[in-house]
């Protein structure tokens, strides 16, 4: 048995070939004539998957070690009987650790507690729930707008977008990208939302490019000098706009979810999935899979304040270490893959223990995802 993954997707190698014989290839793009006698295929996002790249082939099943699906084309793969799974929620954490790095990094410069601000998320799903709760256990005020949970009667004080807009300091998306229907997001940030930000709002895209209009974006940002804007999505990407990428804040190269942890939770997730369709069924212990950190133990002394956490937090990562590479390359063809392929190892808050003299702040501490232990002196 043939499997196809593509090499940027940590113990594939390991994982896929406890059922067969893997092939490990670039996405973007992906050599097409390894799938002629394939019968499984592992991509991430930047692989389009549909009939021009499976027709003619023996692909059978169809994993993505991602959480976003909008490389997909479901209606293809129903029609041609082929098996399709993805990895929900793996990378959740990964996302919310960046956006934490970023707030803590523009509250520092221009002076503020997050807690005087409102952050509005837009899509409250595996990303933007995650984040809710830890802002919230941060004493941080949220703001929901979730149509479809709305719409679903599901419990949530979700409001119209609009509301976002008009009073939220930060407002952050964290939807899929969907080009058409009832709930569409393509371009849901255009250029009248993005003019009608508050006056200093900052703005936060770590979803999909597209979801926000980057040309209106560019248009705003050369007239509005107050706004903020962190970005780890583009419009289109590889070949982001580099004129917008000077006007930006903090820009990355899609790589919020780039932690070892939700990687490995996406393959993992879907070499589940391919071991079931296959009549294999085998469970993975991601610890079993997972190095030790770098930083394993730290010990805090007192309480915690924000400019505490922010050097906690960006021992384990800072999103400037991702920032200045892209600036340094964006203009050159290949390398925002090449960033993305060779990047460098970034743990999970979760890996670094704690060890605090101050119960107050090992409960904090707790709640935001380390692994915080109280130990009274
Ligand atoms: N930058 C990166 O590295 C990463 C990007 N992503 C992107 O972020 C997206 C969100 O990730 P998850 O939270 O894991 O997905 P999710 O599927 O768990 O949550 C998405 C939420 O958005 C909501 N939603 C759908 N349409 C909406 C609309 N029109 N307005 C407001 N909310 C809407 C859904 O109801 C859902 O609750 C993914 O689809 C993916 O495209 C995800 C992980 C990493
Ligand atoms: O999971 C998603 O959705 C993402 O956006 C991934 O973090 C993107 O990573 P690649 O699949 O493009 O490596």
Same mark, same amino acid.
């Given at each position: 048995?043939?499997?196809?993954?593509?090499?940027?997707?940590?113990?594939?190698?390991?994982?896929?070939?406890?059922?067969?014989?893997?092939?490990?290839?670039?996405?973007?793009?992906?050599?097409?004539?390894?799938?002629?006698?394939?019968?499984?295929?592992?991509?991430?996002?930047?692989?389009?998957?549909?009939?021009?790249?499976?027709?003619?082939?023996?692909?059978?099943?169809?994993?993505?070690?991602?959480?976003?699906?909008?490389?997909?084309?479901?209606?293809? *793969?129903?029609? #041609?009987?082929? @098996?399709?799974?993805? !990895?929900?929620?793996? /990378? $959740? =954490?990964?996302?919310?650790?960046?956006?934490?790095?970023?707030?803590?990094?523009?509250?520092?410069?221009?002076?503020?507690?997050?807690?005087?601000?409102?952050?509005?998320?837009?899509?409250?799903?595996?990303?933007?729930?995650?984040?809710?709760?830890?802002?919230?256990?941060?004493?941080?005020?949220?703001?929901?707008?979730?149509?479809?949970?709305?719409?679903?009667?599901?419990?949530?004080?979700?409001?119209?977008?609009?509301?976002?807009?008009?009073?939220?300091?930060?407002?952050?998306?964290?939807?899929?990208?969907?080009?058409?229907?009832?709930?569409?997001? *393509?371009?849901? #940030?255009?250029? @009248?939302?993005?003019? !009608?930000?508050?006056? /200093? $709002? =900052?703005?936060?895209?770590?979803?999909?490019?597209?979801?926000?209009?980057?040309?209106?974006?560019?248009?705003?940002?050369?007239?509005?000098?107050?706004?903020?804007?962190?970005?780890?999505?583009?419009?289109?990407?590889?070949?982001?706009?580099?004129?917008?990428?000077?006007?930006?804040?903090?820009?990355?190269?899609?790589?919020?979810?780039?932690?070892?942890?939700?990687?490995?939770?996406?393959?993992?997730?879907?070499?589940?999935?391919?071991?079931?369709?296959?009549?294999?069924?085998?469970?993975?212990?991601?610890?079993?899979?997972?190095?030790?950190?770098?930083?394993?133990?730290?010990?805090?002394?007192?309480?915690?304040?924000?400019?505490?956490?922010?050097?906690?937090?960006?021992?384990?990562?800072?999103?400037?270490?991702?920032?200045?590479?892209?600036?340094?390359?964006?203009?050159?063809?290949?390398?925002?893959?090449?960033?993305?392929?060779?990047?460098?190892?970034?743990?999970?808050?979760?890996?670094?223990?704690?060890?605090?003299?101050?119960?107050?702040?090992?409960?904090?501490?707790?709640?935001?995802?380390?692994?915080?232990?109280?130990?009274?002196?």
């Amino acid at each position: 048995m043939k499997i196809v993954v593509d090499e940027n997707m940590p113990y594939a190698h390991e994982l896929f070939s406890r059922t067969g014989d893997v092939v490990a290839v670039p996405g973007r793009p992906l050599p097409v004539a390894e799938l002629s006698d394939a019968q499984g295929l592992m991509v991430r996002s930047v692989t389009k998957v549909d009939a021009a790249l499976l027709d003619g082939t023996s692909v059978k099943f169809v994993g993505t070690a991602t959480a976003g699906t909008d490389h997909i084309d479901n209606d293809y *793969l129903t029609a #041609a009987n082929i @098996a399709f799974s993805a !990895a929900p929620g793996c /990378n $959740a =954490i990964a996302v919310v650790e960046y956006l934490f790095s970023a707030l803590l990094l523009l509250a520092e410069r221009d002076g503020f507690q997050l807690t005087d601000r409102t952050v509005g998320i837009v899509g409250v799903g595996n990303v933007g729930g995650r984040l809710q709760k830890r802002l919230e256990a941060w004493g941080v005020r949220t703001l929901l707008c979730d149509p479809p949970r709305a719409d679903r009667g599901e419990p949530g004080d979700f409001q119209p977008l609009s509301t976002l807009v008009a009073e939220a300091d930060i407002l952050t998306f964290h939807t899929p990208l969907f080009k058409q229907g009832q709930y569409k997001t *393509l371009h849901l #940030a255009d250029e @009248a939302l993005l003019r !009608a930000l508050k006056p /200093n $709002a =900052i703005l936060i895209n770590a979803c999909r490019g597209p979801v926000v209009d980057n040309a209106a974006l560019l248009n705003v940002l050369n007239s509005r000098g107050d706004l903020s804007v962190v970005l780890d999505v583009w419009e289109p990407e590889p070949d982001l706009d580099l004129a917008l990428l000077a006007k930006v804040d903090i820009a990355t190269a899609h790589i919020a979810g780039y932690t070892l942890e939700g990687k490995a939770r996406g393959t993992t997730q879907v070499f589940e999935a391919w071991s079931a369709f296959i009549g294999q069924p085998q469970q993975v212990s991601l610890a079993s899979l997972l190095p030790a950190p770098e930083f394993g133990e730290i010990t805090l002394r007192g309480p915690l304040d924000q400019a505490t956490l922010k050097r906690l937090v960006h021992l384990v990562y800072d999103v400037r270490r991702d920032d200045a590479p892209l600036r340094q390359v964006a203009a050159i063809a290949g390398e925002f893959d090449r960033l993305r392929k060779q990047y460098q190892e970034r743990r999970e808050w979760s890996s670094l223990q704690v060890n605090c003299d101050d119960a107050a702040a090992a409960a904090m501490l707790q709640q935001l995802g380390f692994n915080a232990v109280h130990q009274a002196e």
